[in-house]
T-cell receptor
Framework: DGGITQSPKYLFRKEGQNVTLSCEQNLNHDAMYWYRQDPGQGLRLIYYSQIVNDFQKGDIAEGYSVSREKKESFPLTVTSAQKNPTAFYLC????????????FGPGTRLLVL | AQKITQTQPGMFVQEKEAVTLDCTYDTSDQSYGLFWYKQPSSGEMIFLIYQGSYDEQNATEGRYSLNFQKARKSANLVISASQLGDSAMYFCAMREAISNFGNEKLTFGTGTRLTIIP
């Protein structure tokens, strides 16, 4: 079955620690995105990538980093510079078909210890 | 300025009734897209329906329809014959250009929590 997988489902971070969230898709989509969702809020764009080896900052990129070495994979690293990382993180992908509908993974909930 | 406005933080609807979730948007672009997503308690965002700015007909997908009023800049979601499984958060989103190179992003509203009462 085609889809987007994210792991882990829950992630705990200690102060000063970098953590990496995984996002994999087998939909053959070119574009991939990372969003952050805080309680009672909509989604905010962190980073996006339209093609392999290229990515761009979104609205709230500070304290995060990404890579796009393979079409299927778009990992997100939450660095120690992100002072308020507790949130729900959603990965999405889309195909360039004019509609650009984004399909989402199940999400990773990050908690700070 | 907020680009997507959802004014109903929560709604309670009797099972089998129809429900309308409001969404207004703000853009100066001529070409844009409007989406509705459902987020159940599990957290995953599920795509429901899409409306393009140039589409003359209102979009429909099964029990979902989008009441698109371009002059009013509104894109309300209508769910017919509501079911208990429709209880979830619903988000309206607009696709807009980020750059001149074809990059686009979705801007989301703050959502409406819909609860279906048996």
């Amino acid at each position: 079955d085609g889809g987007i997988t994210q792991s882990p489902k829950y992630l705990f971070r200690k102060e000063g620690q970098n953590v990496t969230l995984s996002c994999e898709q087998n939909l053959n989509h070119d574009a991939m995105y990372w969003y952050r969702q805080d309680p009672g809020q909509g989604l905010r764009l962190i980073y996006y990538s339209q093609i392999v080896n290229d990515f761009q900052k979104g609205d709230i990129a500070e304290g995060y980093s990404v890579s796009r070495e393979k079409k299927e994979s778009f990992p997100l690293t939450v660095t120690s510079a992100q002072k308020n990382p507790t949130a729900f993180y959603l990965c999405a992908s889309s195909i360039r078909d004019g509609l650009e509908t984004q399909y989402f993974g199940p999400g990773t909930r990050l908690l700070v210890l | 300025a907020q680009k997507i406005t959802q004014t109903q933080p929560g709604m309670f609807v009797q099972e089998k009734e129809a429900v309308t979730l409001d969404c207004t948007y703000d853009t100066s672009d001529q070409s844009y897209g409007l989406f509705w997503y459902k987020q159940p308690s599990s957290g995953e965002m599920i795509f429901l329906i899409y409306q393009g700015s140039y589409d003359e007909q209102n979009a429909t997908e099964g029990r979902y329809s989008l009441n698109f009023q371009k002059a009013r800049k509104s894109a309300n979601l209508v769910i017919s014959a509501s079911q208990l499984g429709d209880s979830a958060m619903y988000f309206c989103a607009m696709r807009e250009a980020i750059s001149n190179f074809g990059n686009e992003k979705l801007t989301f509203g703050t959502g409406t929590r819909l609860t279906i009462i048996p």
